[in-house]
């Protein structure tokens, strides 16, 4: 059985964390605005305008909202293309043997379209996608489903066909909104409320995806460790 697998990108197919952090600390600390490792980590799969509105305060402008975030963008994609990135364990081999099986596949992300670009252009993954849905594309972040809609609206399929995978608990959110299954991954995978949760993607077995479409959304398999 094939249908959709709709993947997040920050963190499922690539751990860009560092990159994030850094160019967050160093674009606020030139703004005078502090935050801690916490705040940062509590952001995850949040679009800039939810994120900021939140770190700025009540009094910050949409102007100022907007140019921040754009200068943290700039200085993420700088450290991507002089440092360089690499996929996660397991995710280049899921994605081309994915494509193989004959599953549609896009992304389906919270961040700006030219981070997404940037950072398929590093990992050099972009002919395995059929679509890709950012920031722009919607006009609701995670934990709206939109993103999850929309992407496999532009691969012609339901959503009881499609599969997301995600590290965020807001993704999983999204994608029990969309009405999709879900696969979560990363160190707090279990905690997600996933279909199914694993460490690593190399984790999974060979029929995840499969199996998950096969079955009732909703009805969470046990974690996965090594």
């Known amino acids: 059985m094939s249908g959709a697998v709709l993947w997040d990108l920050d963190g499922t197919l690539v751990d860009s964390e560092e990159y994030h952090w850094r160019a967050w600390k160093e674009t606020l600390d030139r703004a005078g ?11 995850f799969g949040q679009r800039n305008d939810a994120i900021l509105a939140k770190w700025l305060g009540k009094n910050a402008g949409a102007g100022k909202i907007e140019q921040i975030g754009n200068d943290k963008e700039e200085r993420y994609r700088e ?39 940037t950072v398929l252009d590093a990992l050099r993954m972009r002919p395995w996608f059929q679509a890709t849905v950012s920031a722009e594309d919607v006009r609701e972040g995670k934990p709206a489903p939109d993103v999850f ?29 969309a009405g999709m299954r879900s696969i979560a991954v990363g ?3 279990s905690e997600l409320g996933a279909d199914l949760a694993a460490a690593k993607l190399s984790d999974l077995p060979s029929d995840a995806f499969s199996t998950l479409l096969a079955g009732p959304a909703g009805n969470q398999r046990p974690v996965l460790r090594k």
């Not at 605005?33 to 952001?43: C, E, K, N, W, Y």
């Not at 293309?81 to 599953?103: D, I, N, Q, S």
């Not at 339901?158 to 999204?174: L, Y």
């Open 187 to 189: 160190r707090n995978a």
């Open 149 to 177: 809609l929309s992407a496999a609206a532009h691969l012609s399929t339901e959503p009881h066909g499609c599969v997301v995978v995600e590290d965020a608990r807001a993704g999983i959110e999204a994608a029990q909104r």
């Open 79 to 117: 450290l991507v293309r002089h440092e360089g990135l690499l996929p996660l364990p397991g995710a280049a081999e899921w994605v081309e043997r994915l494509h193989h099986e004959g599953w549609r596949q896009a992304i389906a992300s919270s961040a700006p379209r030219s981070n997404v670009e």
């Open 33 to 43: 605005v502090g935050i801690t490792h916490q705040d940062f980590l509590a952001s």
